[in-house]
Structures are given as structure tokens and as C-alpha cells.
């Protein structure tokens, strides 16, 4: 069963960026297209950017031209650089395949307040 370990969250204040990481526990080459997610307390997992293997990527309206979402393969790493946060992107990010796998990690909390 493929594991994913999401990393780098914390508290930022609005403006600031974060930078999330995303550790597979097999190859990210052969699960194929990469996303990130996010879910907020009570409310639905909603998506957040993908990324193909070839590297081209799509994000979702409310964070496009903010936030990047890269990998890795040789390490099997997907990652997303969070810049310009506000305190609606305060959220539990996860990674998972595109579409996803019915099991998630852990995921890591991301808090924009002042």
C-alpha cells in the first residue's frame, strides 16, 4: 500500500509563504500524476494543484498565480510553494495520486493568521 508523508506546515502570518513537501514511500514515476489537496475542519477534501509526470500542471482558480506545485522523481518527492497565504488557506494539506487513492496520510496543518 502506498504511504504518503506530507511535511511543512505551521503557523505563517497572511502574506507569508510555506513551502510543503511530500515523501511517497514508492515511486512517484510509476503512481503517475501527483496532487496536492486540502481540507478544512468539517468541510469537504478539496483540490488544490496537480502535477503530471511530465511536469505540467494545473491548480485550482482560488490559488492560482499563488501557489506551485513541483516533484521529484529521482526522490520521490512532490512539493507545493504557498506564497501570498491568507487566512482561507488555512487547511490539513494532504498529497495522494490524481485521482486519489481511497488512503491518505496524515497531512499537515497550515495556519495563516496574524
Known amino acids: 500500500q502506498v504511504q504518503f508523508v506530507e511535511s511543512g506546515g505551521g503557523l505563517v502570518q497572511p502574506g507569508g509563504s510555506l513551502r510543503l513537501s511530500c515523501a511517497a514511500s514508492?515511486?512517484?514515476?510509476?503512481?503517475?500524476?501527483m496532487a496536492w489537496y486540502r481540507q478544512a475542519p468539517g468541510k469537504e477534501r478539496d483540490f488544490v494543484a496537480l502535477?503530471?509526470?511530465?511536469?505540467?500542471?494545473n491548480t485550482a482558480k482560488s490559488v492560482k498565480g499563488r501557489f506551485t506545485i513541483s516533484r521529484d522523481n529521482t526522490k520521490n518527492m512532490v512539493y507545493l510553494q504557498m506564497n501570498s497565504l491568507t487566512p482561507d488557506d488555512t487547511n490539513v494539506y494532504y498529497c495522494?495520486?490524481?485521482?486519489?487513492?481511497?488512503?491518505w496520510g496524515r497531512g499537515t496543518q497550515v495556519t495563516v493568521s496574524s
Open positions: 495522494n495520486k490524481y485521482p486519489a487513492y481511497s488512503s
Open positions: 502535477i503530471s509526470i511530465g511536469g505540467s500542471t
Open positions: 514508492v515511486s512517484i514515476r510509476s503512481i503517475g500524476t
